[in-house]
């Protein structure tokens, strides 16, 4: 369904969005459907949570005993979990959110678009914590075309026509973002906010990306609606995102930032043999794959990780479904507590004095003058 427009909402029939409960209004429940009614005949269950059954279905059955494939037992459980799924653990957080100035020349904006691969941007003012609204790249199209459009009066005095009647070098590519008049609007949410209400809202209001902001008014990260389907059907890759093998490099102090879906191959190529996965990676094949492994766990974002050997790890980017991005380094050894360094003093023979002569006689005896 097409976005709002530019700068401006326009209503549209909205015959498909979810119904709209009044206050004193009840909305009474619809009948229960045939699945339904055959699980509950099935396994004798009375009315009672119809969620909590079906949790109960698809933890304890197999795909051949209620008829889903695997595929529709994973998206049931993601739709089951969504409820309780809130936008930050779904968002793409600040240091990632690709944005532009509202004034930067449509020339740059277009070049940014071809780099960046999205259809959407952020814009603000002076800063990210002050955001005016989005540009969508149809928009930018749209305008760039419609300034290019030959009129009649052109094309009558021109002996060899512009190719499809448009003449591009009309388009003033060093004219600001904010002088074409094509920046949307954008939706501002918490982070506390559930992701399954954030759908609904952007059905409703046309505006598929919110910027997320904390107590004090600045930006938190990013949300698309691509962003929270996905938390369903899974990832999401489209024709323009890149084939090239999720990546591991070096940074400038020897440590290395990882893609989690890095193979343990590729990452024990790039960082040595003495990165020792043991047997928490024998069943895996990706780094992420390899921590939850090894934590017994999926490991949370801002969590650091003892292990693998001398490394460890620590998780960059992480949601409720898997780990993205991490940074390892070499795990530094610490100094010995105060008492084992004493206690290894003690130990150790001082070479700087001469060894005690089992043979001397004790002070105050022997060779003094009687």
């Known amino acids: 369904m097409p976005d709002s427009e530019p700068t401006h909402d326009n209503p549209r029939n909205v015959s498909n969005l979810p119904a709209v409960v009044h206050d004193g209004e009840v909305q009474r429940p619809a009948a229960e459907g045939w699945l339904v009614r055959a699980i509950r005949t099935l396994f004798g269950w009375k009315a009672g949570s119809v969620r909590d059954d079906l949790q109960v279905v698809l933890d304890a059955s197999t795909p051949d005993d209620v008829g889903f494939s695997a595929i529709e037992r994973t998206m049931l459980r993601n739709i089951l979990s ?3 799924r809130r936008i930050a653990d779904v968002m793409i957080h600040r240091a990632d959110i690709v ?7 449509l020339g740059e904006l277009m070049s940014l678009f071809e780099s960046a691969a999205h259809s959407r941007l952020v814009v603000y003012n002076e800063t990210l914590d002050d955001p005016e609204g989005m540009v969508h790249i149809r928009d930018l199209l749209a305008f760039m075309t419609a300034k290019a459009r030959v009129t009649d009066a052109t094309k009558t005095k021109r002996k060899k026509p512009f190719p499809a009647g448009l003449d591009l070098r009309s388009v003033d590519l060093a004219l600001p973002l904010a002088d074409a008049n094509i920046i949307r609007k954008l ?3 918490p982070p506390s906010m559930r992701a399954i209400d954030l759908l609904a809202q952007m059905q409703a209001s046309r505006i ?7 107590e004090y008014g600045g930006t938190d990260g ?8 996905e938390q369903i059907v899974g990832e999401i890759d489209d024709e ?4 090239e093998p999720p990546s591991i490099v070096r940074q400038a102090d020897n440590s290395f930032l990882a893609d989690a879906r890095a193979s343990l191959d590729d990452v024990r190529s790039v960082i040595g043999d003495d990165f020792v996965i043991g047997d928490a990676g024998e069943e895996v094949e990706t780094l992420g794959g390899y921590l939850v492994s090894f934590v017994g766990r999926l490991p949370v974002r801002g969590e650091v990780i003892s292990g693998p050997g001398n490394y460890e790890v620590e998780v960059l980017d992480a949601d409720p479904r898997r780990v993205k991005r991490v940074r390892i380094t070499a795990r530094k050894e610490r ?10 003093r003690e130990q150790t023979p001082d070479s700087g004095n001469p060894q005690a002569n089992d043979n001397s006689p004790p002070p105050g005896e022997g060779a003094g003058p009687q």
Not at 208 to 214: G, R, W
Not at 335 to 344: F, G, I, L, Q, Y
Request: charged letters at 40%; glycine letters at 0%.
């Open 240 to 243: 323009h995102d890149s084939d």
């Open 99 to 105: 944005a532009v100035k509202r004034d930067i020349p």
């Open 208 to 214: 598929h990306l919110a910027l997320v902001v904390d």
């Open 187 to 189: 939706l501002y949410i």
């Open 222 to 229: 990013l949300v698309s609606i691509e962003d929270i389907v």
């Open 82 to 84: 969504l409820n309780e």
């Open 335 to 344: 100094p010995a507590p105060r008492k084992e360094r004493e206690r290894r």
